[in-house]
């Protein structure tokens, strides 16, 4: 067999070997992020308007073991959009999400505030069933 045929081979038989999500931990209750914000914060989606915005992957080591969780990232945005003091305001469970929601989220970047910099500006992600979904406020 040549060469080129036989990765070819491996390259479909890998896909069609993955297996489906299978939760094995029970999506825990979103959290209500009005409740971590104060009055002056704001919260994703009221004033966020996404210029280039990717949500994380499902990391494998989650997929593979079905965990299910979320995370409030915690984030300022400058004058001219772009995701400043990037940090995770809670998670559950700890620290299996964190890393993967830091990481795309310093590399959002958002229309031009209108009215200045927002600061504290709070955005929930759910890890569910093998996806990552924006939450609501």
């Not at 966020?48 to 080591?61: C, D, I, W």
Request: hydrophobic share 35%; net charge positive; with cysteine.
């Amino acid at each position: 067999m040549r060469p080129e045929l036989y990765i070819a081979a491996l390259l479909l038989t890998s896909c069609a070997s993955a297996k489906p999500f299978t939760p094995k931990s029970d999506y825990p209750p979103d959290p209500w992020v009005k409740s971590y914000a104060e009055k002056q914060d704001c919260l994703g989606g009221e004033k966020l308007a996404a210029r280039q915005f990717e949500l994380p992957q499902y990391p494998k080591r989650a997929y593979r073991t079905g965990r299910q969780g979320w995370v409030i990232i915690r984030l300022d945005v400058d004058e001219n959009g772009e995701t400043k003091n990037v940090q995770i305001e809670r998670a559950v469970p700890t620290r299996l999400f964190s890393s993967n929601a830091l990481k795309a989220a310093k590399n959002w970047q958002f229309h031009p505030p209108k009215d200045g910099p927002l600061r504290n500006c709070r955005v929930l992600l759910r890890y569910r069933l093998g996806g990552v979904s924006l939450g609501g406020s």
